[in-house]
């Protein structure tokens, strides 16, 4: 790494994440960029990626977690969400241009499959989301608790207005303070 790449991490990882949201938004735009598509195949590759247009730099894996557990809220664990979120874009892009026959039985039964496919995705995805949620809650009861009766009972309202919310995306195993 030069000594001009040691002063602007931050602003590689904000390239970064702004080329793997743009990618998310439009992958259609990146779906013949071969070099791109191979470095979202992996945390490394992605590591690595250099793109001087956009003011990306190769880092070592190591490195780029360093930087990205200092600079972005879930650290690392968000920037390779958003790695994978990128390279899904473009995969499915990709099948969708390709696309099957949907006049065929065959094609019928692979375009089922895709959505089967998405459907379980979606559910891994809400079961992360959810754990997530039930986590914060969690955490709010036990700061609410602690800061007092007025605090819990605001947040128990607010919990469960959150709950009512979600209606039946909520977990059953989800509930306000109790």
Excluded: W
């Excluded at 949907?102 to 089922?112: C, D, N, S, V």
């Excluded at 089967?116 to 608790?145: F, K, Q, T, W």
């Amino acid at each position: 790494m030069t000594q001009s790449n040691v002063k602007q991490p931050a602003s590689n990882l904000q390239a970064s994440v702004a080329l793997l949201v743009e990618v998310q938004k439009s992958p259609h735009l990146f779906a013949d960029d071969a070099i791109l598509c191979n470095a979202l195949r992996s945390q490394s590759g992605f590591a690595g990626y250099a793109n001087a247009d956009r003011g990306l730099f190769g880092v070592a894996l190591n490195t780029q977690r360093k930087y990205a557990d200092e600079h972005l809220e879930d650290g690392f664990r968000s920037l390779n969400a958003a790695r994978k979120a990128a390279a899904d874009a473009i995969i499915r892009f990709k099948s969708l241009a390709a696309g099957p026959a949907l006049r065929t039985k065959a094609g019928l039964m692979a375009a089922a499959k895709e959505l089967e496919e998405d459907v379980h995705r979606l559910e891994g995805d809400l079961e992360v989301l959810s754990d997530m949620l039930e986590r914060s809650m969690r955490h709010a009861r036990g700061y609410a608790e602690a800061a007092g009766p007025l605090t819990r009972d605001r947040c128990r309202k607010e919990q469960a207005e959150i709950l009512a919310l979600l209606g039946p995306r909520a977990k059953p195993r989800m509930k306000a303070v109790a």
